[in-house]
């Protein structure tokens, strides 16, 4: 381990080139280390951090459903089909903890391996069932490369047990393949994640830009250092529990770490005033997001009379349209919605939104429907990774001339797949979060709207 004094020494060998780095924000300190400066670990660091950080881990461990705390034996009896069930047990929790908190994953992977327990269970699952499963959890993409994934470990046989033939999978990178194969397979191979990534940082007093490539290569290579060739899994799990419980980003709990004699972040911060553990690694500062608009109109097709009452019957069923399969929310349902050039009024929305049924379902106001009940219902602003989309919700209640059969005898040239669903079945279904919000958004509007003083607008051909 070098201390302060080392560090301070050596501090022209590792001044960070600002220049070379797009980052705005590096921390003020030329005691820091850039990409093209950063030092292996030693053999004895790395001795001493794997029992450092093994101790601590099988001392402090969390208690997490996808975890099998193991004997040595029960470990050397764990073969064939044990290892499988660990390694899909694996892959399912690693892909629910991308972009989303143990705490909010633990419910969703119990249900998940109460209803599918093994790979061969999920292959048969459809794509909606597993959306239905994982509405709420976002990145719905992750769901569909774990069905697609398991058909395809299915068809093939036998679970791929290392990172090369792990990566071959659709939807598995460098994180999850390794994740899989040092925990489930025991292969002596690293993980890097965010957890990862900022302890190696302050262990490392790297400055440089970690979202770069050469930076990120260059975490992968300390890890891979680091991992023990006996029990990487267990010490992969240390490493990023570690980040998630006591090194984490805003407020570390260092008196705690049981790598702290190891940590240049802390051993400079305690002689340096101008330093802070958490100036590593680098704040970078995240891509502006697109602002998106769109018109989202709760279609409610009503079978009763074209009255009040009809417009307000519990008998209602609500349309509801199937995204496409590529792109944003893939293949998952919605209320149906248009896409708007930018904000918009109200008649703009509904001129959009008319053009959009009648074009998708032949639905005509002054043909094969009257209106019974249509109101602006409020906005709402749904936040992705990259986008702000701002909704602005309408309800429209219809009587269709006809009945529902209207809507089968559409000729459908742009294979629009869309269902009726009634109001308690809609309930009880998994639904993105956008489109529960917009559900509930709707149901509060009503309830604030008590029958008698609806207006009802009638708008006949
Ligand atoms: S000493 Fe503090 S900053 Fe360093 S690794 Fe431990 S928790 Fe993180």
């Known amino acids: 381990m070098e201390d302060a004094d080392a560090l301070k020494n050596n501090k022209k060998k590792r001044r960070v080139n600002l220049k070379e780095s797009s980052s705005k924000s590096i921390p003020e300190t030329d005691i820091a280390v850039g990409v093209g400066d950063i030092e292996d670990f030693s053999p004895q660091e790395t001795l001493t951090f794997r029992a ?17 705390n193991q004997s040595k034996k029960e470990e050397e009896d764990d073969v ?23 705490a909010a994953v633990i419910d969703y992977y119990n249900r998940w391996m109460e209803k599918w327990p093994t790979v061969h269970h999920l292959a048969r699952a459809s794509q909606d069932e597993v959306n239905e499963m994982w509405a709420g959890l976002g990145y719905y993409r992750r769901a569909r490369f774990l069905l697609e994934g398991a058909k395809i470990i ?34 002596a191979m690293p993980v890097v994640d965010g957890n990862v990534i900022r302890v190696i940082a302050r262990l490392k ?22 991992v023990d ?3 990487p899994g267990d010490f992969n799990q240390a490493l990023m529990e570690l980040g998630a419980t006591l090194c984490t980003p805003l407020s570390p709990s260092c008196s705690a770490c049981p790598v702290s004699s190891q940590c240049s972040a802390l051993a400079v911060s305690r002689t340096c005033e101008s330093v802070q553990v958490t100036d590593y690694p680098t704040k970078v500062e995240k891509p502006r997001q697109r602002s998106d608009f769109s018109a989202v109109c709760v279609v409610e097709i009503s079978e009763g009379p074209e009255t009040q009452e009809g417009a307000h019957s519990k008998n209602n069923k609500f349309l509801l349209v199937k995204r496409p399969e590529e792109g944003l929310l893939a293949g998952l349902w919605e209320f149906p919605s248009v ?38 219902v409020g906005e709402y602003v749904h936040v992705f990774s990259h986008i702000r989309l701002r909704m602005y919700v309408e309800l429209v209640v219809l009587h269709l001339k006809g009945g529902v059969n209207l809507l089968n005898k559409k000729e459908d040239k742009e294979k629009i797949t869309w269902k009726l669903v009634d109001g308690k079945s809609i309930q009880n279904m998994g639904l993105t979060s956008g489109v529960r919000k917009v559900y509930n958004m709707i149901q509060k509007f009503k309830q604030s709207r008590p029958l008698t003083n609806s207006k009802i607008k009638r708008k006949r051909s």
């Open 52 to 68: 450092s950080l093994l101790q601590w881990y099988y001392d402090n461990q969390r208690v997490l459903p996808w975890r099998k």
């Open 80 to 102: 064939g089909q044990e290892r499988e069930a660990r390694a899909y047990a694996v892959w399912v929790s690693e892909v629910m903890l991308q972009q989303t908190r143990v």
């Open 154 to 187: 299915v068809a093939g046989g036998d679970f791929p047990k290392s990172v090369s033939t792990l990566r071959s999978i659709r939807g598995i990178g460098d994180y999850t393949a390794g994740a899989i194969a040092s925990i489930a397979f025991k292969e």
């Open 205 to 226: 007093l790297i400055s440089a830009n970690p979202k770069e490539s050469a930076t990120v290569k260059s975490f992968w290579k300390l890890a891979g250092q680091l």
């Open 229 to 231: 060739p006996c029990r």
């Open 339 to 376: 896409i708007l050039d930018g904000e918009a009024d109200l008649a703009t929305r509904r001129k959009a939104m008319d053009q959009y049924l009648k074009k998708s379902f032949k639905l005509d106001a002054k043909k094969n429907f009257c209106i019974t009940l249509r109101e602006n």
